[in-house]
């Protein structure tokens, strides 16, 4: 029999209907006050203890193997906790990973393909705030004209995740590509998406960043 609700229910019925047998024999309202003198009464014969003894085996047995049943489900339990554990445990460092990834991946291809933000801040004599014309020394401006001196755009930041289920945040690493410059003035972000039509390529489609 396995532990359930049902079944530890059932089973403590079954001795409460022992206990009150008992207690109705003897005429004792409370099992903990019976005595040994009440159940060597003459009423109380031999075929009827034996009945009685018969009624705890059964229910004995009965107990014994729900709480072995009981001990090998919490067992698995603690298992299934610890695994879970693990589980995110891993999770939480494979989401770090990605995300340390592609900051990086980022890094790289600004310092190798454009410029390094920190020779654009040197060569901007104007003072150490950021502004869109820096920003445009940085990254290739953005699709339409009337609106270009307030976009750019990202390059080298791959969609396709190694972890499964993900998502990378992009605004974290709009903020990261910011930090790496250490201005005292970030502008503010007014929308950040993806641009282009997504290809099955492991190349990533560019981050536009709209400012106010």
Same mark, same amino acid.
């Given at each position: 029999?396995?532990?359930?609700?049902?079944?530890?229910?059932?089973?403590?019925?079954?001795?409460?209907?022992?206990?009150?047998?008992?207690?109705?024999?003897?005429?004792?309202?409370?099992?903990?006050?019976?005595?040994? &003198?009440?159940?060597?009464?003459?009423?109380?014969?031999? &075929?009827?203890?034996?009945?009685?003894?018969?009624?705890?085996?059964?229910?004995?047995?009965?107990?014994?193997?729900?709480?072995?049943?009981?001990?090998?489900?919490? &067992?698995?339990?603690?298992?299934?906790?610890?695994?879970?554990?693990?589980?995110?445990?891993?999770?939480?460092?494979?989401?770090?990973?990605?995300?340390?990834?592609?900051?990086?991946?980022?890094?790289?291809?600004?310092?190798?393909?454009?410029?390094?933000?920190?020779?654009?801040?040197?060569?901007?004599?104007?003072?150490?705030?950021?502004?869109?014309?820096?920003?445009?020394?940085?990254?290739?401006?953005?699709?339409?004209?009337?609106?270009?001196?307030?976009?750019?755009?990202?390059?080298?930041?791959?969609?396709?995740?190694?972890?499964?289920?993900?998502?990378? &945040?992009?605004?974290?690493?709009?903020?990261?590509?910011?930090?790496?410059?250490?201005?005292?003035?970030?502008?503010?972000?007014?929308?950040?998406?993806?641009?282009?039509?997504?290809?099955?390529?492991?190349?990533?489609?560019?981050?536009?960043?709209?400012?106010?």
């Amino acid at each position: 029999m396995e532990f359930s609700v049902n079944t530890f229910n059932a089973l403590e019925g079954k001795m409460l209907a022992v206990s009150e047998t008992v207690s109705k024999l003897v005429n004792c309202a409370k099992m903990e006050n019976v005595t040994l &003198d009440m159940l060597k009464h003459r009423s109380v014969t031999k &075929d009827i203890l034996a009945g009685i003894v018969l009624q705890m085996v059964a229910v004995i047995e009965e107990s014994k193997t729900v709480l072995k049943s009981a001990v090998a489900k919490s &067992d698995e339990q603690k298992s299934e906790i610890l695994d879970n554990q693990r589980t995110l445990i891993q999770t939480q460092q494979e989401l770090i990973q990605c995300k340390t990834d592609k900051l990086d991946l980022v890094q790289k291809t600004v310092e190798t393909e454009i410029k390094t933000f920190s020779e654009v801040v040197k060569m901007n004599s104007a003072g150490n705030s950021m502004s869109t014309e820096k920003l445009k020394n940085v990254v290739r401006s953005a699709i339409t004209d009337s609106d270009r001196s307030k976009n750019f755009l990202i390059f080298g930041a791959n969609e396709e995740m190694t972890c499964e289920e993900m998502e990378f &945040d992009e605004k974290a690493l709009v903020n990261d590509v910011f930090g790496l410059l250490n201005l005292t003035e970030k502008p503010a972000i007014e929308k950040i998406r993806r641009v282009g039509e997504k290809k099955s390529d492991s190349k990533g489609r560019p981050i536009k960043v709209t400012l106010r």
